[in-house]
């Protein structure tokens, strides 16, 4: 359950999922891929299992060259959001936790990566369940080290969630999620142009009524479109 795929241009696909199935330890997630030629890898198991009795709603992000980005939850007394990464035709480097020291809940999160190979992770984080979050982003260049995480977009009151991010081709970042307050639902977008800062929220629905709007997705192609 909870499976999400990414694929580059020759054609390889990659395919993450929560697994329960025997001879995986349960609650573990797991990943697998795809030859050009059609050719399923066995599925192996993903997660560092230091801090928690299991792991959740893995999300893959690949680029046209095969350079990966994979995020996933534990989950124990504290949820712990890790991003492990691989370059195309290498191995993973191991888990990373994006750790930001102030609060302790990470949920909704999704990542990209450009066609140099950096990769942007992007998700929220809150200091109770359900209590009002902050978006969050940190950045890995191809041969470098996480960035601490940095907020995106203005600070609001409510919970984030559908946490969305696309990247072009000029590594100018794209960020949209919904955000829930007073039982009303919107979907807000932020831009960053490529070393620069993010912009000003922007609202995207334009409804006057609470209506709810959800499962928000954005994606770039590489000219910016």
């Known amino acids: 359950f909870n499976p999400d795929i990414a694929a580059d241009e020759t054609g390889r696909a990659y395919v993450v999922w929560d697994s329960e199935e025997p001879g ?63 370059p195309a035709g290498g191995i993973w480097t191991g888990p990373h936790e994006l750790v930001h020291t102030d609060w302790s809940h990470r949920f909704a999160w999704d990542g990209a990566v450009d066609m140099a190979g950096n990769r942007y992770a992007l998700w929220a984080d809150s200091e109770y369940p359900y209590s009002d979050s902050q978006l969050l982003l940190a950045y890995q260049p191809m041969s470098g080290s996480w960035s601490t995480p940095e907020p995106v977009g203005e600070a609001t009151s409510g919970r984030a969630d559908n946490v969305s991010i696309a990247v072009d081709g000029s590594g100018n970042s794209y960020a949209s999620w919904t955000n829930v307050q007073n039982f009303a639902t919107d979907v807000f977008f932020a831009y960053r142009p490529a070393g620069g800062p993010w912009g000003a929220t922007v609202r995207i629905n334009d409804d006057t009524g609470g209506a709810a709007q959800w499962a928000s997705r954005i994606a770039a192609d590489p000219t910016g479109n």
Request: aromatic share 10%.
């Open 24 to 86: 995986i330890p349960e609650d573990r997630s797991c990943f697998s891929e795809r030859s050009p030629a059609g050719v399923w890898a066995p599925p192996t198991p993903i997660g560092s299992g230091t801090y928690s009795e299991y792991q959740l709603q893995p999300s893959i992000a690949a680029n046209p060259n095969g350079d990966l980005l994979l995020l996933y939850l534990e989950a124990g007394s504290v949820r712990r959001l890790y991003a492990d990464s691989r």
